[in-house]
């Protein structure tokens, strides 16, 4: 995913505005490193130092967007949850994990 998509699924999925520079920071490698900058930053030790810098719900976040880089969790899963809450199924605030 790129981090436009990142923030769009934290939003959706998870109830919360995006940190944009959380996205950022995790991505910093994957101009360089592509598929392969999931090597980097993409683990419990970023959860660990997203929650001192951003607080302790940062960690719903840094762990949905490793999920997604992974892809457990996709575009198609975010649009069919955006697609309920569009019907009214659920609320927008009602995160998946949150």
Known sequence: MKNKEHCNATKILLGMKPNKAIHAFMDAYSATMGWGHRTKRHD???IE???LLYGKDA???VGLHIACDLGVVTNKDVKIWQGLIDVGLIGKSEGVLV
């Open 44 to 46: 419990y030790k970023m």
């Open 49 to 51: 130092a997203m929650c």
């Open 59 to 61: 960690k719903f976040e």
